[in-house]
């Protein structure tokens, strides 16, 4: 669900918008932030080690 998160935080895309196009709910929006916030240092350490395979 980060990228979820991902599209409102560093996107700068609504809520509304987010679920209006990914055909989800707006409780499913905010609950990939609850998700997010709970799992950060899991989702940021998968990031540093995709970013590092690509390089």
Do not use: C, K, W
């Amino acid at each position: 669900m980060r990228h979820v998160a991902a599209r409102v935080v560093d996107g700068g895309q609504t809520p509304t918008h987010v679920a209006d196009t990914l055909d989800s709910t707006l409780a499913d929006v905010y609950g990939s932030f609850s998700d997010d916030n709970a799992n950060f240092g899991e989702h940021r350490a998968t990031e540093e080690a995709i970013d590092e395979a690509v390089e």
